[in-house]
């Protein structure tokens, strides 16, 4: 049994006013609840841990799967850094395909996130 947790960085040649509105929009387009926010931090969470118990992880979409997202954001020359943080937010280990249907998950959110970013 292991937790569920996906981290990488990578830097956009964007300012970081535009980077951080562009996150907010893209967290607000998944529906993700911003926890909390401040000009280098953006804290958040998605998913109903009722629903993962009533019908169990097997079952449930991994949308609905309780996550929490730390995004921490540094102003470069050059433009942004970006720092992401994921981890499952279920409270317990997770077994081997519990986190696969996570991790899965992860990706293809931080792939969209890339691309939401590269948008003009």
Known sequence: M?????????VVE??????????LHYMEKHSMVVVEKNQRTIS????????TRLFGTFLTPAIYLPKR??????????????NVNMREDIGLSV??????????????WLNNLKNHLTEP
């Open 95 to 108: 077994n081997t395909n519990l986190e696969y249907k996570y991790k899965n998950f992860f990706s293809v």
């Open 69 to 82: 997202i730390i995004i921490e954001l540094e102003e470069l020359e050059m433009g942004t850094k970006i």
């Open 44 to 51: 958040a969470k998605q998913g109903a841990p009722l629903i």
């Open 14 to 23: 964007k300012d970081k006013n535009n980077v951080y509105d562009k996150i």
């Open 2 to 10: 292991t937790n569920a947790i996906l981290s990488t960085s990578w």
